[in-house]
């Protein structure tokens, strides 16, 4: 079961996304994703993926839409 302090860790970094360069938002992704899949959550490190395609095409809304999926399901791996 993951720890609590590495889903604090994966949510902060998740909600720093909301600023900066496109390449240091994705840098902060890519880490989320290399933290998931160590974590044994290929399903979530997947959405990730999906997420960063999105912002790389500029598909705002749809990166909204993942980061927010990820930080709820990220939230409930509290439990």
Known sequence: MPTLPRIDSLLSTLNA???GTL???GEK???VHDELVSMDQA?????VSATLDALKRGDVA???????F???KIGHLRS
């Open 29 to 31: 992704l890519r880490e």
């Open 17 to 19: 996304t909301d600023v």
């Open 62 to 68: 749809e990166f909204r839409r993942g980061r927010a």
């Open 23 to 25: 390449e240091s938002i």
């Open 43 to 47: 399903e979530l490190a997947s959405r």
């Open 70 to 72: 990820l930080q709820s």
